[in-house]
């Protein structure tokens, strides 16, 4: 069974950076789109960066600039470049996996379990 596993969340200071990496894994024979999506206390789960098997990206309008997405379709790994942090940006990280093909078996998407960024001010 497919399944993601996220890392580099921590803690950093605001202007820092980090570099989130996401791989999927369970006989992987092809994922369409790769992403991440973030949920802040109290706020809706929100989509960060996508980035399809051809490689164009998505961004959401206030990450544009500062975060980088880029995948690795032979290691089925996505990374999630982050510069210039805030404190606004400190959130739960979650990978996402869409059109998974694993095992014979197909999944319409899939997620992590996250990674926690959390922004000192």
């Known amino acids: 069974q497919a399944q993601l596993v996220e890392s580099g969340g921590g803690l950093v200071q605001a202007g820092g950076s980090l570099r989130l990496s996401c791989a999927a894994s369970?006989?992987?024979?092809?994922?369409?789109?790769m992403g991440w999506d973030r949920q802040a206390p109290g706020k809706e789960r929100e989509l960060v960066a996508r980035?399809?098997?051809?490689?164009?990206?998505k961004y959401a309008d206030s990450m544009k600039g500062r975060f980088t997405i880029s995948r690795d379709n032979d290691k089925n790994t996505v990374y999630l470049q982050m510069n210039s942090l805030r404190p606004e940006d400190t959130a739960v990280y979650y990978c996402?996996?869409?059109?998974?093909?694993?095992?014979?078996?197909?999944?319409?998407?899939?997620w992590g379990q996250g990674t926690q960024v959390t922004v000192s001010s």
């Open positions: 996402r996996a869409e059109g998974v093909w694993s095992g014979g078996r197909y999944t319409t998407a899939l």
């Open positions: 369970g006989s992987i024979f092809s994922i369409n789109a």
């Open positions: 980035v399809s098997s051809d490689r164009s990206t």
